[in-house]
């Protein structure tokens, strides 16, 4: 890498001393407006290129598109993304070289490529993430279908490592480390692992229950079955009813809900069985994976939902805001 690093030092070096050379020789010349339009053209190109290369391989900014790691990081704020920390990717979501021991630390802030986007070709997936960052994040020509910016890259936490298993209840995370023989809620293994209190809840638990009946009401209805629901499901799930929350304020414990009430009313169904033991025993981290989850618990489309993320999916490490400027700091204390 400090081979690669020097490369692009001498040959800025050699531009840039180039360039002071024609001007030098141009400033001789009668100048004409055709001649100051080409090199003010000239000049852009040039700044536009390197910036290029180095948002490439060196540091990205990127500006956060959504809610999932406030009050870490909120809507808007635009970070500096550290593109060395885990190898050199040689193009926009291309192949990773020089990756070495440069291994994704828990709990380090990474982006990554979301699993979930919708390609539109290679072709425009590249131009799309150059004028991105030839631009420094001020333009995005990649939208959604109602206008949106689509989400190329995610930013999370690293939560689980090679090994792991984690599991979630009621929302809360619990953690079973490589090797250990039990779960551990995570707010415990944070403060026994000396890491940031950076990931919350933001919803009352109490409603949880709420949220299960709910869940398993849907199950008799989807059985076939409502007429034999029993009346106490109806009734705490009236308690949702004026409490200010979406009738499923959590997707991943809802299904975990619903899938095990449906194996219950047909124990032979082995599909749906299968699928509930997913939500039991929780989410197993292969090697050479990570799983990101947001800090925003509750509100997060994170690998509680897509899965563990391979490492040459993850394109840098977030290291510093830069804006807006009261929020200016190192993102290192929160790691």
Do not use: C
Request: glycine share 6%.
């Amino acid at each position: 890498m400090d081979r690669f690093l020097t490369f692009l030092e001498r040959t800025a070096e050699k531009k840039l001393t180039k360039r002071k050379r024609i001007k030098a020789y141009n400033s001789t010349k009668k100048r004409t407006v055709l001649s100051e339009i080409w090199s003010w053209v000239d000049a852009l190109v040039f700044a536009i290129f390197w910036v290029i290369l180095i948002n490439q391989y060196l540091f990205q900014l990127f500006v956060i598109p959504s809610p999932s790691m406030v009050s870490t990081l909120n809507v808007g704020d635009r970070v500096i993304v550290n593109k060395d920390s885990y190898g050199v990717e040689l193009y926009p979501a291309g192949k990773k070289v020089l990756t070495g021991s440069r291994r994704v630390q828990r709990d380090e802030i990474i982006t990554f490529y979301n699993p979930e986007y919708d390609s539109k070709g290679p072709v425009f997936d590249v131009l799309s993430q150059i004028i991105y960052m030839g631009t420094l994040t001020l333009v995005n020509i990649d939208k959604n279908d109602d206008g949106t910016p689509a989400e190329r890259l995610y930013v999370k936490r690293a939560v689980g490592m090679p090994g792991d298993v984690i599991r979630f209840e009621d929302g809360n995370v619990e953690i079973k480390p490589s090797g250990s023989a039990g779960f551990v809620e995570e707010n415990d293994f944070r403060a026994s692992s000396d890491l940031v209190s950076g990931p919350h809840r933001s919803i009352d638990l109490s409603y949880y229950p709420a949220l299960e009946a709910a869940a398993a009401l849907d199950a008799y209805e989807e059985a076939g079955l409502s007429s034999e629901a029993p009346s106490y499901l109806i009734s705490k799930r009236s308690e949702l009813i004026g409490s200010g929350y979406n009738y499923i304020f959590d997707r991943y414990e809802y299904d975990k809900e619903r899938t095990g009430m449906l194996a219950e009313l047909d124990p032979s169904d082995m599909t749906i069985r299968s699928s509930h033991a997913h939500y039991v025993n929780g989410i197993y981290v292969p090697e050479d994976y990570v799983l990101p989850l947001g800090d925003n618990r509750d509100n997060s489309r994170d690998g509680r939902y897509f899965g563990a993320v391979s490492e040459s999916d993850i394109n840098g490490r977030v290291v510093g805001r830069f804006w807006p400027v009261t929020r200016i700091s190192s993102l290192s204390d929160n790691i």
